[in-house]
């Protein structure tokens, strides 16, 4: 009875001769990836579902055609009755189906399938068929207020110049659904005030739609604030239109003790903060001149250091003990250098020769295989994850399979060798048999850049083993559309504890830069002073944007990405350490180091292993994303900071700052005053100055015992553990 009510509905909808012309690339397949047929909880997954696969997301519509017409023996189709196909009858669940209901017997996709079977099931041409650029209006969504409901329109172009509607087929994402929420028709909801982006996807082609709802309250009125460079200029034009007041200027102390870390890791000592805040000059000027003599100090050389050797992954499980102290002294001399940041990248890509003569090959000794190697190029240096593209078309980006093993190409003629000294290797070029081959068949890929862009030659990419040396050259080009852009982006957010574009090494059309103008901005300006990392820093520093305080106003409360007001972050493992023991007065015993090495100076995480760095987010440089380095607070740290070894031993030192001072004979005021501006960097409030002159005055204990006491409560409290 249901095959005859079927074959009733197909007769009477889908009459032959007025049937329409439908194929698999132009038609079906956008049908089958609507319906979710594709997607990796059906049979899109790796291992496809039920004994069937298709690509994932329709990525290969080869593929999925194929195994249409030939699995089974072609048991999906029935072409004279394609009615009765099983790619019919099973979303429509007139024969069971684990994937539930799909479409209606009655739909247009049904419709379009149907006549698909009945035509003879054609595949198309790609070079017609295949979607050229999506267009979506309104191009930008402007609310005034939560509450508001739009609709998009989404319009593919086809190679062939012909258009279509693919409004109801295209899928549309919003990258935070609780400020910008999508309905079923295409139509999208402010759900609170904030910023959002939607991603359009339609067959492979990706665009974005940023979403923005202002703060509906009534009496917002922009305040000038001041402007100390072009950072300013374009954080106050967006905040201005999104109706978000700026906060005002950090305290001299606040300034000092953030600059200090941000630049150096390392806190102000007592002395510093007391000089710095008597000092009359001119705040700006002031502030300029001790960004100028942070930047100049050794501690920058230790901090920077350190950043970088956990993106290069320094660690002497991969390089040995004289690989690790090679390569960290490498990159120190090149920070010490001021080295410009192109050459330093461009040595390290086309690095060859002794591991132990040329430390900059250590970069390869890590990864080793040309994929892996390739992936960590793009990301560290392009800000790129290519990851995702090995096994199929990146999801969320125009990476294909096929960009991913062209660019992993250029790593094929990499070959590393045993050198003569112990823990020693020699990377070289191999001069045969280095082909890279596509793993669905087997095809040589050629090596091909993932965009265009000039290498110092217009000639074409090189197939042999220089190879390399054309992608360290690409790579490092001012018409790099990336590198200059992730760089300037990674440093960001060293200062700000967020990117512009956020994760900063996740850079795609999906993840957008929150100010698109700034980024442009500080790009240029880091071309224009010849990949400059310390001009960069100079700029970042210098702006009104990064002395912000932390205190918010009734407009910026609620903002965390537009940088209108400071926002506190944890101390790194090894500034927490290096600030425990400014505190303190007591140098904590790293093993396999002199006595006076700080934390931020270790080589790479094997040395000075003490557990404390560990706990607290050292990261282990087994992977060059930045998410290994946490900034998490968790039961394990405060157990730690309570009843740790390393916060007792230091509070209590017998040579600490607590017990010079009694020996000193300061009064209790002025050690009290002493303990505020070791642990917080500025002195205590009038509240706080009485409550600390009253414990040490207490006599419950002697007093050595109350002062560490305080001291440990100093220590174990947010403006110790925290930059603000």
Request: aromatic share 10%; charged share 25%; glycine share 8%.
């Amino acid at each position: 009875m249901r095959f005859s009510i079927t074959l009733l509905v197909a007769t009477s909808l889908f009459g032959a001769a007025e049937a329409p012309k439908v194929n698999f690339v132009r038609d079906v397949a956008p049908v089958l990836n609507k319906a979710g047929c594709m997607s990796g909880t059906c049979h899109g997954a790796a291992k496809g579902k039920d004994g069937f696969k298709l690509s994932l997301r329709g990525y290969d519509p080869q593929f999925d055609y194929e195994a249409l017409l030939y699995d089974l023996g072609g048991r999906r189709f029935n072409r004279a009755d394609p009615g009765r196909s099983l790619m019919l009858t099973k979303p429509t669940q007139q024969v069971a189906h684990g994937g539930g209901m799909r479409f209606e017997i009655n739909s247009d996709y049904y419709k379009i399938i149907y006549n698909w079977i009945a035509q003879g099931v054609p595949y198309g041409d790609p070079a017609k068929d295949s979607v050229k650029s999506l267009d979506v209006e309104p191009k930008e969504i402007f609310m005034e207020k939560p509450g508001g409901t739009t609709t998009v329109k989404i319009v593919a172009t086809f190679n062939d110049g012909g258009t279509r509607d693919v409004t109801r087929e295209a899928n549309i994402d919003s990258n935070i659904p609780d400020v910008a929420a999508v309905g079923d028709k295409a139509d999208i909801k402010g759900a609170r005030m904030g910023e959002a982006t939607l991603l359009v996807r339609y067959q492979g082609k990706f665009t974005s739609v940023p979403v923005t709802i202002l703060n509906p309250a009534p009496g917002f009125a922009w305040k000038q604030v001041p402007q100390n460079n072009y950072i300013d200029q374009l954080i106050d034009a967006k905040l201005q239109r999104l109706k978000i007041q700026p906060s005002g200027l950090v305290d001299d102390a606040g300034f000092l003790r953030r600059a200090s870390l941000d630049l150096t890791g390392q806190l102000p000592d007592p002395n510093e903060v007391r000089a710095f805040v008597a000092d009359t000059t001119p705040a700006k000027l002031k502030r300029s001149r001790l960004i100028e003599k942070l930047i100049a100090s050794p501690a920058f050389i230790d901090h920077w250091t350190l950043k970088w050797g956990d993106l290069l992954q320094a660690n002497r499980k991969y390089l040995g003990e004289k690989g690790v102290y090679e390569f960290d002294e490498w990159i120190r001399e090149s920070f010490t250098a001021n080295k410009p940041y192109d050459k330093m990248v461009r040595e390290i890509l086309s690095s060859s020769g002794s591991s132990n003569q040329n430390p900059a090959a250590n970069f390869f000794r890590v990864t080793r295989d040309p994929k892996p190697t390739m992936e960590k190029t793009t990301q560290v240096f392009l800000g790129v994850r290519m990851v995702c593209a090995q096994c199929h078309d990146h999801p969320f980006e125009r990476w294909t399979q096929n960009q991913y093993y062209e660019m992993s190409a250029f790593y094929s003629a990499l070959g590393i060798r045993p050198g003569y000294e112990v823990g020693e290797e020699i990377i070289y070029n191999q001069r045969a048999d280095f082909d890279m081959k596509h793993p669905k068949d087997g095809r040589v890929m050629k090596p091909a850049f993932i965009v265009p862009a000039s290498y110092g030659s217009s000639g074409p990419v090189p197939t042999d083993s220089h190879r390399r040396m054309a992608l360290a050259e690409w790579v490092t080009s001012r018409d790099n559309p990336f590198f200059a852009k992730s760089t300037v982006n990674r440093v960001w957010s060293y200062f700000f504890g967020r990117g512009i574009i956020d994760p900063v090494d996740d850079i795609r059309a999906s993840n957008p830069p929150s100010n698109p103008a700034l980024l442009d901005a500080l790009t240029k300006d880091f071309l224009d002073h010849n990949f400059d990392l310390r001009q960069l820093m100079r700029t970042i520093t210098n702006s009104r944007t990064y002395q912000a305080g932390m205190t918010t106003n009734e407009w910026n409360a609620g903002d965390a990405d537009n940088f209108s007001h400071a926002i506190p972050r944890r101390l790194a493992a090894e500034e927490l350490l290096d600030a425990l023991t400014l505190a303190t007065g007591v140098r904590p015993n790293l093993p396999e180091v002199p006595p006076d090495t700080r934390a931020e100076q270790l080589p790479d995480p094997h040395v000075g292993k003490d557990g404390f760095l560990d706990l607290f987010g050292r990261p282990s440089r087994e992977s060059s994303c930045e998410c290994e380095r946490r900034s998490d607070i968790s039961l394990p740290q405060a157990l730690n900071l309570v009843n740790g070894q390393t916060i007792s031993d230091a509070v209590a030192g017998g040579n600490g700052r607590v017990a010079k001072a009694i020996l000193s004979g300061k009064s209790d005021r002025d050690l009290v005053e002493e303990l505020y501006l070791a642990s917080f960097s500025r002195t205590p409030t009038a509240a706080e100055a009485e409550l600390g002159l009253k414990y040490l005055s207490s006599g419950s204990r002697g007093r050595a015992a109350l002062a560490q006491d305080l001291l440990w409560a100093l220590v174990n409290s947010k403006p110790f553990l925290y930059n603000y």
